[in-house]
Structures are given as C-alpha cells and as structure tokens.
C-alpha cells in the first residue's frame, strides 16, 4: 500500500482519531540568546504506542516549518537546519512531550504547534520516512480542529497531521 492509500485509510477512521487531544504550554516571549521550552500534553491516547510526536512552527508570513519529533519508542528526528539547537524529550509518566530551543533569536518568534503524525506504523516497521525535513507548502492558519494534509516539497508526499495545539511565542525585550 502506498503512502497516500495509507493517509486515505487512517483520515477514514474518526473514531480512532477525534479520541485524542493535545494542550500545549509554555512562556509568550522569550528574550533573545535564552532557550524556549514548551509542553505538550497528549490526552486520550498513549504517546508510547504508536505515531510521531511532533512539533511544527509559522513565523508570520512565511511557510510552516516542520521542526523534529520524537517517536513512540523515544527516538527523534530533528529538522536538521534546527540540529544544533533543538531537542524534543518527553516524560511517559505524564504522557507529555517537549521542545526545547536554545540561543532563540528574533527568527524564533512564530505560532508553534505540537501535533500527531497520523499515518500508523506498519507491524513488519517498513523503511520508513520521516514527516519530513524542512518547509511545509502551506500559508495560513492551521485549524487545530481538522486533520491537514501538508505537501513536504523534500518527500514530493503529502503527509497528514491531526490533533494540533498552538501557542504563540515572540521573541524580543519586555
């Protein structure tokens, strides 16, 4: 099956995926040269049994921008123009992830979202991509209520995200 029969068949089945239901948290600015760290809480759904946990930014006029995530197993994937200052971790106990950025700069300031990477892992773990690498093809406003299907210009692939949750954040003096 390919990839996109799979988007097809998970964006089928809202009953699996409506259950679920994310709450992000953390500070509004932040100054530069500090680190943002940001929560995201997951209700209705463990994030140890499956899926990519995700976080994804849109600084104000420019593209989404897809940032790493940290899979079901604990394992991440930075966007790798991010490697040097990002880590995403998470504490299972409170099924909760998290995003840290360090050295912020005003390039920083955006809308960041948590989000689930709704395409299911296959049981035989087939060579599978990640989300993506870099710039999502979409402008506008997410609606945090309604899966969205991204275009990845690296993977030529559309890719679905559910279960968004948002919170802005400018970086700047008081």
């Not at 994804?56 to 604990?74: A, T, V």
Request: aromatic content about 10%; some cysteine.
């Amino acid at each position: 099956m390919t990839l996109l029969g799979l988007l097809c068949l998970v964006t089928a089945l809202p009953g699996i995926l409506s259950q679920v239901q994310l709450q992000e948290s953390g500070p509004g600015l932040v100054k530069p040269s500090q680190s943002l760290s940001l929560t995201c809480s997951v209700t209705g759904y463990s994030i140890t049994s499956d899926y990519t946990w995700n976080w994804i930014r849109q600084s104000p006029g420019k593209k989404l921008e897809w940032m790493g995530y940290i899979n079901y197993d604990g394992s991440t994937y930075y966007n790798p123009s991010l490697q040097s200052r990002i880590s995403i971790t998470r504490e299972t106990s409170k099924n909760q992830f998290f995003l840290q950025l360090n050295s912020v700069t005003t390039e920083d300031t955006a809308t960041y979202y948590c989000a689930r990477y709704t395409v299911r892992r296959l049981h035989h773990e087939p060579r599978h991509k990640p989300p993506c690498r870099g710039a999502l093809d979409q402008q506008g406003a997410i609606n945090p209520k309604q899966a969205q299907e991204l275009y990845d210009q690296n993977w030529k692939e559309k890719l679905v995200f559910s279960d968004f949750a948002s919170h802005s954040l400018r970086t700047g003096r008081l």
